[in-house]
Nanobody, 120 residues
């Protein structure tokens, strides 16, 4: 059974930091690109950061570049998102996503989300 379980969300003041985690099970984690998406109320879900399966190469949305860091630990099947210098506009539900694309199929798994609220 595939599971992606996010944790670490919460309330933080503007300028603060938070690290959220996503623990994966039920699939070969190291083969998947891992992504963090977020969705704010009334807005579409957007890709925040991704990290490749091979080489662990990160990529970021312009809105978080320089403030957020994505990392992965294949030994414990976990992906992290370190969020620094948080702004109120970072408030959203953050979702973990695992994706594998090959020539015949797309494998796409989602977590249940964790709420991040940036407010004073």
């Amino acid at each position: 059974q595939v599971r992606l379980v996010e944790s670490g969300g919460g309330l933080v003041q503007p300028g603060g930091s938070l690290r959220i985690s996503c623990a994966a099970s039920g699939f070969t984690f190291s083969r998947y690109t891992m992504n963090w998406y977020r969705q704010a109320p009334g807005k579409e879900r957007e890709l925040v950061a991704s990290i490749t399966s091979v080489g662990g190469i990160p990529n970021y949305a312009d809105s978080v570049k320089g403030r957020f860091t994505i990392s992965r630990d294949n030994a414990v099947n976990t992906v992290y998102l370190q969020m620094n210098s948080l702004k109120p506009e970072d408030t959203a539900v953050y979702y973990c996503n695992a994706r594998l694309v090959n020539t015949v199929s797309v494998f796409d798994y989602w977590g249940q989300g964790t709420q991040v609220t940036v407010s004073s």
